[in-house]
């Protein structure tokens, strides 16, 4: 399957870099216009089976979504554009972040890209309460999933190893801080919620411990995230 990566400068850049290890993929750049309403527009692209698309003008992104390959919004321009994108191509998916996404549409493409980015599945290794070793199995396409789970190896699963583990996927994660859909605080609860669920199989009370921090840890990751905005 080939993925094509389309931009207009300001965003994808990291995602490209993962998903290349993965899977064939093209780097598309497309000028960003700052006109309110653009026309005649000369969309010349490479062929792709699925395109993931960081296009900001909405003008722009419905020409590529016209094109009837499977395209995946990046950046969300908000559900009146997903509904108006679905008139012209059914196969439009715009995920609440690009780490919560699953294996589970009606698309072929979108489920093969999914089953390796989207929403986090975390194979973990314990000695008691300490962690000996995280590896993502699915994750975030910017990196910021790996980039966390480095830092867990060797830390104690507590509410402090919790906190750190959060802000650090908030820190790296390329989504706008307070965007239309993609928010940094989502994509550092979703990680969250998954790394804890992953304790299930193999340590239920730490499972059971770590649920029970989860809102504690959800209120540090969102005032954080609001102090860092201001």
Not at 113 to 141: D, M, N
Not at 171 to 180: E, L, N, V, Y
Not at 201 to 218: D, M, Y
Request: proline content about 6%; glycine content about 6%; overall charge negative.
């Amino acid at each position: 399957m080939k993925i094509g990566i389309v931009s207009d400068g300001q965003y994808g850049e990291r995602a490209y870099e993962q998903i290349r290890r993965r899977f064939s993929t093209e780097w598309i750049l497309l000028p960003f216009s700052s006109l309110l309403v653009v026309d005649d527009i000369d969309l010349t692209i490479p062929p792709c089976d699925l395109y993931i698309s960081y296009l900001r003008h909405p003008d722009i992104a419905i020409e590529l979504i016209k094109t009837g390959v499977p395209v995946l919004l990046g950046v969300n321009l908000g559900p009146g554009f997903i509904a108006q994108a679905k008139e012209y191509n059914p196969a439009v998916i715009g995920p609440e972040t690009m780490c919560s996404l699953l294996p589970n549409t009606e698309f072929w493409q979108i489920n093969e890209y999914a089953k390796v980015f989207g929403r986090p599945v975390f194979h973990v290794l314990l000695e008691g309460e300490q962690i000996v070793w995280c590896q993502p199995i699915r994750r975030s396409p910017c990196g910021s999933t790996d980039v966390a789970a480095r830092e867990l190896n060797k830390q104690m699963f507590d509410q402090e190893t919790m906190n750190r583990f959060a802000l650090s996927i908030c820190h790296t994660c390329r989504a706008p801080r307070f965007g239309k859909t993609c928010d940094k605080e989502k994509a550092g609860i979703i990680h969250l919620e998954e790394l804890v669920s992953s304790l299930k199989g193999i340590n239920p009370g730490l499972w059971e411990k770590s649920t029970q921090a989860l809102k504690k840890v959800t209120c540090t990751i969102v005032s954080a995230c609001d102090d860092e905005a201001k």
